[in-house]
């Protein structure tokens, strides 16, 4: 595999748009009463299999910058523009979350705006991640990876609970955003699963996907399955003592989900760039944002208008409920959900229209 120069990797676009289209899949059952039980995130502590989703889209973050902006650096670019332009894209990802949130709170007649939420978080984390990638060696990447995991973890225990609403992250947020965040519990204490504290964690996450991609890079296949063995086996070993948490985002999960992530990439690497299989997902995957963003005007139009209920119980429940009970219907309109959409983003990749911010 070429070492230098910028190339996109049909494997990564594969996997960043089976992750979206997972995305989507979980975040719109036709009733959130009757979900399979994959298909949720843990109540708090644990780690489900829809619970891997956000992780693998953010360490695809970080190898997207190794196989994009790492690249242009080795090549002479300037790296003072090239971090202008990763602030500048940062900044867009960041300000599109908080557009949503904010249709979202007028179109839904919330009670009140939220400012964090997922696409928040990954413009922080790109952020960051750019950072290490143009001004840290590979070495202090690795150092910076470590120092966030055991500062995260002296942190949260630090706290004195992990406990809902009590923990240091939930008090932090209520803190500086109390009346704005996501959840309150029956005493008014805030929370919000993708607060600020917590983002240490994906940080986290988003490093190690910027040092796989920097294998993926060169070729280093090997480097990259143990590196997801070790991480997986030291995700399980902390348990005890740090349980996996997507809401904290704690080290052992960032260790646990990293895992994964690492050896999907490895997989989808073997799969697709090296024995040539078709990269199921790549619609999705060069399309992402408007994929997300997409369907959740989308949603936020069919709820708006009161047409979301209707759509659901005349098209799915009203005739598969009583066939095949509540939870097959919910689950095909999902699917249903994920189809139209990837209907949308093959139709706009056939086109050449990939949109970016």
Not at 55 to 74: D, N
Not at 115 to 130: E, K, N, S, T
Not at 184 to 212: K, Q, S, Y
Not at 253 to 266: C, E, I, M, T
Request: charge should be positive; proline fraction near 5%.
């Amino acid at each position: 595999m070429a070492t230098g120069g910028i190339r996109r990797l049909a494997s990564v676009d594969a996997l960043r748009g089976l992750t979206v289209a997972a995305m989507l899949l979980v975040n719109n059952p036709g009733d959130w009463g009757h979900v399979y039980a994959p298909l949720l995130h843990a109540d708090w502590h644990g780690c489900t299999p829809t619970d891997l989703v956000f992780p693998f889209f953010l360490a695809i973050v970080g190898v997207s910058i190794a196989l994009g902006v790492v690249p242009r650096a080795e090549a002479g670019g300037d790296r003072v523009v090239l971090m202008r332009a990763v602030a500048v894209r940062a900044l867009r990802i960041l300000g599109l979350g908080l557009l949503l949130h904010l249709l979202a709170w007028w179109w839904l007649d919330l009670q009140h705006y939220r400012p964090w939420g997922v696409l928040q978080r990954i413009g922080l984390c790109f952020l960051g991640a750019g950072a290490a990638a143009l001004y840290l060696r590979p070495r202090a990447q690795w150092l910076l990876l470590a120092g966030l995991l055991a500062g995260w973890w002296a942190l949260l225990l630090g706290g004195g609970t992990l406990e809902p609403y009590a923990n240091i992250a939930s008090r932090i947020d209520d803190a500086l955003l109390g009346p704005w965040l996501y959840q309150h519990d029956a005493a008014g204490r805030g929370h919000d699963p993708e607060g600020l504290p917590g983002t240490l964690g994906a940080l986290a996450t988003t490093l190690l996907g910027l040092r796989a991609g920097d294998w993926l890079r060169h070729g280093r296949l090997r480097r990259l399955v143990g590196a997801a063995a070790l991480a997986l086996l030291l995700g399980l070993a902390c348990t005890p003592w740090m349980p996996w948490n997507k809401n904290l985002w704690t080290p052992s999960y960032v260790l646990w989900s990293g895992g994964w992530v690492l050896l999907a990439l490895a997989l989808s690497h073997v799969l697709v760039d090296l024995r040539g299989w078709p990269a199921l997902g790549r619609a999705f995957g060069v399309n992402a944002i408007a994929a997300y963003a997409g369907s959740a005007l989308m949603v936020y139009a069919l709820a708006g208008l009161g047409w979301w209920e209707p759509v659901y119980r005349v098209a799915f429940a009203g005739w598969m409920t009583p066939r095949f009970g509540p939870y097959l219907p919910s689950l095909a309109f999902a699917l249903a959900f994920v189809a139209g959409w990837w209907a949308v983003v093959r139709w706009m990749d056939r086109r050449g229209w990939h949109l970016k911010i």
